[in-house]
């Protein structure tokens, strides 16, 4: 029997410092059946120049400009072959055995997706405010195979936007049309809500196969007042996004429930936002979080502001 093709995918930019030891890991792995994908996204640094050593390990790309993450995953999943896809952040690094683990997990149980936790590390001056592992194990057990309707109660229990921190099947995206949106941040949170919302059967290994960096200056760190406003519109337009799944009629009521639970979670974080109050007027426009729904967020916070 043939072994499954991966596609690993790796957006870079501007990681000069850290792109070496991120492809290095995915060259290590015992798994041998690979296609490795590194779109570099107009670095401006040494970045691009240090990607042709893999030249002959790996398929190649250099955008001229800056597109996104989004952008550039969505080039890596439409260059892609393989069964499965795996995305890895060109500043982290995967453990030697992560795909062969997953890959036989997707095998032995025919998920759609396999979920594994993932371990955070500092780097220079990065001090986030919460550094915690995305350790799952609390809530889905290795020896279980989900199947729908039980997985999206599990996926409340242990949520993570992060595309990093699942193995997916190439043809659960293709065939459903599942993409990032681009020229936005937090584009991750759509496309797994997305991604867990048209899954059928899910796996979990409880292994920490990925290891993330929060380093200074990255997305999740970066914290000048130009930065959080992009974040405010970023998550506004992820927002409207997923209101147009949630008004559709494609979903069934479980479904649907668990898009409004995305909603309520972005809009009081955009209540929450520290950007000016002439921007937070947007919401005033939003007509799928009801009255009755903004009454419950403010019970919800004041509940939390007294329990401190």
């Not at 393989?82 to 500043?91: K, N, R």
């Not at 986030?128 to 199947?147: A, R, T």
């Not at 007027?281 to 419950?296: E, P």
């Amino acid at each position: 029997m043939t072994e499954p093709l991966v596609s690993i995918i790796v957006p870079t930019y501007n990681v000069e410092r850290y792109i070496e030891e991120s492809v290095e890991s995915i060259l290590n792995q015992t798994y041998p059946n690979t296609e490795i994908i590194l779109i570099d996204d107009g670095s401006t640094d040494a970045t691009s120049y240090l990607l042709q050593q893999f030249n002959d390990k790996a398929h190649i790309m250099v955008n001229p400009i800056n597109q996104g993450q989004g952008a550039v995953r969505n080039q890596g999943i439409n260059q892609a072959t393989g069964d499965y896809i795996l995305f890895v952040d060109s500043d982290d690094w995967i453990e030697p055995g992560a795909v062969r683990g997953l890959v036989q997990k997707a095998i032995e149980t025919k998920a759609e997706i396999v979920r594994f936790n993932g371990q955070s590390f500092f780097d220079g001056k990065a001090t986030p405010k919460q550094l915690g592992d995305y350790d799952f194990s609390e809530v889905l057990e290795e020896n279980e195979i989900y199947i729908a309707p039980e997985i999206l109660p599990k996926i409340q229990k242990s949520y993570s936007a992060s595309p990093c921190l699942y193995l997916v099947k190439r043809s659960l995206l293709i065939e459903n049309r599942i993409r990032f949106p681009e020229g936005i941040l937090h584009e991750d949170e759509y496309f797994s809500t997305l991604v867990f919302l048209h899954t059928k059967k899910m796996a979990y290994i409880n292994q920490f196969y990925y290891h993330r960096r929060y380093r200074a200056a990255s997305t999740m760190t970066e914290s000048r007042p130009e930065h959080k406003q992009r974040s405010f519109q970023s998550y506004l337009k992820v927002f409207q996004l997923m209101e147009e799944e949630y008004i559709s009629s494609q979903y069934n009521q479980q479904q649907k429930g668990f898009l409004k639970r995305q909603l309520l979670s972005i809009y009081n974080g955009l209540l929450q936002s520290p950007v000016d109050t002439g921007l937070k007027k947007q919401l005033k426009n939003i007509t799928s979080i009801t009255a009755k729904d903004r009454f419950r967020i403010q019970i919800s916070r004041l509940r939390t502001k007294y329990l401190k």
